[in-house]
């Protein structure tokens, strides 16, 4: 009779607790995560991109979450990304009408995201930016950065944190204009480009 140590390292399988992903794929993202502003809204832009590993290959199972300020630059307090029946506890989803200025997004099989939100107003004398945090395999705590638009020129220059940037990091934190309301911004976790990421403490 072959005796198996159940507490030794080799036979315990990982769970959630034990590893990163691909478990973010499954149990995190929720219906309509991607579409933060409301239907309709005039002041709606689309920012999206890849998440590429350090050798530059895309990361297929990466979870992003997003949070913005509305067009004139206040932190939204409005409850509702994931709303649920009480009755059913079945999935409602957002409203259609208020903004939350949260998003989770999964990226597909070839790396990529994107999210429909609101573009966001300036806030002090900083310019106007989304949080992002990215969750992927490999990565034992989250990562943290911002997607600022190329089109606020002035505010870019005088920003507290891109002005002690240098110009080429400076860039990782500045999504590219495709023209109609439409942003590129493509996350690099470490190697040639990588984006700078963001330390609180």
């Known amino acids: 009779m072959t005796r198996i140590d159940t507490g030794a390292p080799e036979s315990v399988l990982p769970t959630p607790s034990h590893t990163v992903g691909p478990f973010y794929g499954y149990a995190l993202p929720f219906p309509g995560g991607e579409d933060i502003a409301p239907l309709g809204h005039p002041d709606t832009v689309t920012v999206h991109g890849y998440v590429y590993d350090g050798a ?6 990466a979870l992003l979450e997003v949070w913005g300020a509305d067009p004139e630059g206040r932190v939204p307090t409005a409850d509702g990304s994931m709303r649920r029946d ?3 506890g079945g999935f409602l989803g957002r409203n259609g009408v208020e903004f939350t200025g949260f998003g989770r997004i999964r990226t ?4 990529h995201w994107y999210v429909r939100t609101l573009r966001p107003g300036a806030r002090g004398r900083g310019a106007p930016y989304l949080s992002l945090c990215v969750f992927a395999r490999g990565l034992l705590t989250h990562l943290f950065t911002r ?3 190329p089109d606020d020129a002035s505010l870019l220059a005088s920003d507290p944190l891109l002005s002690r940037l240098d110009a080429d990091r400076r860039d990782t934190l500045v999504a590219g204009d495709e023209g109609a309301g439409t942003y590129r911004f493509d996350i690099r976790l470490q190697g040639e480009g990588e984006t700078v990421f963001l330390e609180f403490p």
């Open 86 to 88: 009480p009755a059913s």
């Open 56 to 61: 530059g290959r895309p990361v297929p199972d």
């Open 108 to 111: 597909d099989a070839d790396g």
């Open 147 to 149: 997607v600022h638009f």
